[in-house]
């Protein structure tokens, strides 16, 4: 795996400092931007470097050089939503090759979209259909939403999967899954999908395909 290049992360939220710390541990050289004091002070020694100061304006941006850097990610919190306008119209008049903004709701996000951020996330939003689906589909592990129609999915088998094995189920053709990798119950251990593999109850795989058909196996765990 190779690790991008230095990468400005702008509002020291919950979220925010998540991603920062996650980046750092991950081996991204991170700058991190708050003007809460106590919040640069609590990732100060986690991250590459940490600062006070207001990742909005545009002189602050350009001192950054934004326009060098593998991306920025405007995670200012939604009690700042005009500054969270500012900074992405900034990153983008600047030249910032990838501009991810944070969202808090769908005019924000469209707002955000027309001034000139590349990516859109709505972090709460995606939290909450995550854990909807495991509320709803028992036996969903984990879930991620690529885009609106494509998902990856953990799970355990349903219950007419047993004795049988990819070959016999033919998922890609029937129901429009790719299964990429296998957890057998017998040793735990991921590995990739074999086609031969028999299913015995307990076994988990990671599939990915169209959020629909992931919908439909689910029903059947």
Same mark, same amino acid.
């Given at each position: 795996?190779?690790?991008?290049?230095?990468?400005?992360?702008?509002?020291?939220?919950?979220?925010?400092?998540?991603?920062?710390?996650?980046?750092?541990?991950?081996?991204?050289?991170?700058?991190?931007?708050?003007?809460?004091?106590?919040? &640069?002070?609590?990732?100060?020694?986690?991250?590459?470097?940490?600062?006070?100061?207001?990742?909005?304006?545009?002189?602050?941006?350009?001192?950054?050089?934004?326009?060098?850097?593998?991306?920025?990610?405007?995670?200012?919190?939604?009690?700042?939503?005009?500054?969270?306008?500012?900074?992405?119209?900034?990153?983008?008049?600047?030249? /910032?090759?990838?501009?991810?903004?944070?969202?808090?709701?769908?005019?924000?996000?469209?707002?955000? +979209? /027309?001034?000139?951020?590349?990516?859109?996330?709505?972090?709460? +939003?995606?939290?909450?259909? &995550?854990? /909807?689906?495991?509320?709803?589909?028992?036996?969903?592990?984990?879930?991620?939403?690529?885009?609106?129609?494509?998902?990856?999915?953990?799970?355990?088998?349903?219950?007419?999967?047993?004795?049988?094995?990819?070959?016999?189920?033919?998922?890609?053709?029937? /129901?429009?899954?790719?299964?990429?990798?296998?957890?057998?119950?017998?040793?735990?251990?991921?590995?990739?999908?074999?086609?031969?593999?028999?299913?015995?109850?307990?076994?988990?795989?990671?599939?990915?395909?169209?959020?629909?058909?992931?919908?439909?196996?689910?029903?059947?765990?």
């Amino acid at each position: 795996m190779s690790i991008v290049g230095r990468v400005v992360v702008i509002g020291l939220g919950q979220f925010g400092s998540s991603v920062a710390t996650t980046l750092s541990e991950l081996g991204v050289d991170v700058i991190a931007l708050d003007t809460n004091e106590e919040r &640069v002070a609590l990732i100060a020694d986690e991250v590459g470097t940490a600062m006070q100061l207001n990742g909005s304006e545009l002189g602050i941006l350009e001192e950054l050089r934004v326009e060098t850097t593998a991306a920025v990610l405007n995670a200012i919190g939604d009690e700042f939503l005009l500054d969270s306008i500012l900074c992405t119209a900034h990153l983008r008049q600047l030249g /910032a090759p990838r501009i991810i903004a944070r969202a808090t709701n769908a005019t924000h996000a469209r707002v955000l +979209r /027309a001034i000139g951020a590349h990516e859109i996330i709505a972090p709460e +939003r995606e939290i909450g259909k &995550v854990i /909807a689906r495991r509320i709803a589909q028992t036996g969903v592990i984990n879930q991620f939403n690529l885009g609106e129609n494509m998902s990856v999915v953990e799970f355990e088998i349903p219950e007419r999967w047993l004795e049988q094995n990819l070959v016999q189920l033919n998922l890609r053709q029937e /129901a429009g899954i790719q299964v990429a990798a296998i957890r057998a119950i017998r040793d735990g251990e991921w590995s990739p999908a074999s086609p031969d593999h028999l299913f015995q109850r307990g076994d988990r795989v990671l599939a990915f395909g169209k959020s629909e058909s992931i919908d439909l196996i689910m029903r059947e765990a």
